[in-house]
């Protein structure tokens, strides 16, 4: 996973507690995702930019937002937590080449709202 | 809408036995193919990629998938398993067309001595 940084690794969040999910990649990616991930339901994307300054929601958004203000960061904002986003989040970022795709995963961050 | 789908949540079977995992996604024009392997409490693994040209695909540890455009599939095969093979495994489809990758919803394999 190199190349994709997450900050932090780990986090417990009252209920109503906001907080900001940073994903870093200096591998000049175009595009950059944020996942989730729950038992049985696989990687669902909550949101994703094909661009520095462009958002767009993905399967599941509501109650996050997200900003590309650099190229290189992807912030996931929660602005009041709920027990409900109790899970793993996932950062991506990806690119098409010439030679071929590349997508690299961050290793995650686990998130408790308690 | 764009959807994957892995039709067996859980797959358990004997080691060094083969195995297949399937997975089929919505149709599109152009798509591109990946499967990921998660290890117990770790992130996500690159096992192998599909994105032109000869439809069967060779991974890493073994793995292979076959690209069936007619059918929407990318089945994900190994002929003889072992224990260290115990993981999840998820498909995943890049739709170009809106630059979205979309995960399945995932296949535990567990494998028996």
């Known amino acids: 996973n190199a190349g994709v940084t997450q900050t932090p690794k780990f986090r417990v969040l009252k209920t109503g507690q906001s907080m900001t999910l940073l994903c870093a990649q200096d591998m000049n990616h175009e595009y950059m995702y944020w996942y989730r991930q729950d038992p049985g339901m696989g990687l669902r994307l909550i949101h994703y930019s094909v661009g520095e300054g462009t958002t767009a929601k993905g399967e599941v958004p509501d109650g996050y937002n997200v900003s590309r203000l650099k190229k290189q960061n992807f912030l996931l904002g929660l602005e009041s937590a709920a027990p409900s986003q109790t899970s793993v989040y996932f950062c991506a970022s990806s690119t098409i080449r010439q030679d071929g795709l590349e997508a690299f995963f961050g290793q995650g961050t686990r998130l408790t709202v308690v | 809408a764009q959807s994957v789908t892995q039709l067996d949540s859980q797959v358990p079977v004997f080691e060094e036995a083969p195995v297949e995992l399937r997975c089929n996604y919505s149709?599109?024009?152009?798509?591109?193919l990946f499967w990921y392997v998660q290890y117990p409490n770790q992130g996500l693994q690159l096992l192998l990629k599909y994105l032109s040209g000869s439809t069967l695909v060779k991974g890493i540890n073994g793995f292979e998938a076959e690209f069936n455009k007619s059918q929407t599939s990318f089945h994900l095969r190994k002929p003889s398993v072992h224990i260290s093979d115990t993981a999840e495994y998820f498909c995943a489809v890049l739709y170009s067309s809106a630059s979205k990758i979309i995960f399945g919803s995932g296949t535990r394999l567990s494998i028996r001595p």
């Open positions: 149709s599109s024009v152009s798509v591109y």
